[in-house]
């Protein structure tokens, strides 16, 4: 079946280090993925997309990686700030004929100061 | 100036009771969802409308009906609340609901439960 899932659901850094979130998608006919962030008691918000036909993309302080390969996708934050504390989603999108997107479980980043 | 407002943002009562969550977008977009995000989570989509038609319809039991009186809203309403309903219920919306490159915007949630 269809499923998005996170590699470790608790990821703690110091504060000023880099941080890498993983997540394993299981569809191979998905074609656009999304990394959200999640702070306690409000909705998703979106931090940076990708499509299936690269395989890296930059935005500030984040990046995203994309392998297609093994069906893997991380996203690595710079220079990690306290703000950054929250629970981070990938999300897939199936199909490119509907906006339906399957989401993962969410790894919780902690920063240490 | 809220891009996707929801109300309310809490919500109790009893099991059997029917209630209604309010989801409102003022970003002019065409698409509108309904997630329900669990206790140790997950998020899952429910419902998506397109101009006020039904796109995503997932495996929901029908005591939920959503209602989209045009595209700037969608309600959620809830016959016959279970226990199991307990979650966080999140409205989103996008530019259009094909192709790539959509964003969607996530309200601040209603946090159901149910007593």
């Known amino acids: 079946g269809e499923s998005v899932g996170l590699h470790l659901p608790t990821l703690s850094v110091q504060e000023g280090d880099n941080s890498i979130i993983n997540c394993a998608y299981s569809?191979?006919?998905?074609?656009?993925f999304i990394w959200y962030k999640q702070e306690s008691g409000k909705g998703p918000q979106f931090i940076i997309d990708?499509?299936?036909?690269?395989d890296k993309r930059q935005g500030q302080r984040v990046t995203v990686l994309l392998n297609k390969t093994v069906k893997h996708l991380s996203l690595q934050i710079a220079a990690t700030q306290p703000g950054d504390s929250a629970v981070y989603f990938c999300?897939?999108?199936?199909?490119?004929?509907?906006?339906?997107?399957?989401f993962g479980q969410g790894t919780t980043l902690q920063v240490k100061p | 100036d809220t891009a996707v407002s929801q109300t309310p943002k809490y919500l109790v009562t009893q099991m059997g009771n029917d209630k209604s969550i309010k989801c409102e977008q003022n970003?002019?977009?065409?698409?509108m969802y309904w997630y329900k995000q669990d206790s140790k989570k997950f998020l899952k989509i429910m419902f998506s409308?397109?101009?006020?038609?039904?796109?995503i319809n997932e495996t929901v039991p029908n005591r939920f009906s959503p209602k989209s009186p045009d595209k700037a809203h969608l309600n959620l309403h809830i016959n016959s609340l279970e226990l199991g309903d307990s979650a966080v219920y999140f409205c989103?919306?996008?530019?259009?609901?094909?192709?790539?490159?959509?964003?969607?915007?996530f309200g601040p949630g209603t946090r159901l439960t149910v007593t």
């Open positions: 989103a919306s996008s530019p259009n609901d094909r192709g790539l490159d959509y964003e969607q915007y």
């Open positions: 999300a897939e999108n199936p199909s490119s004929n509907t906006g339906k997107l399957i």
């Open positions: 409308y397109n101009n006020k038609e039904l796109i």
């Open positions: 970003l002019g977009h065409d698409t």
């Open positions: 990708i499509r299936s036909n690269m």
């Open positions: 569809n191979s006919a998905s074609d656009y």
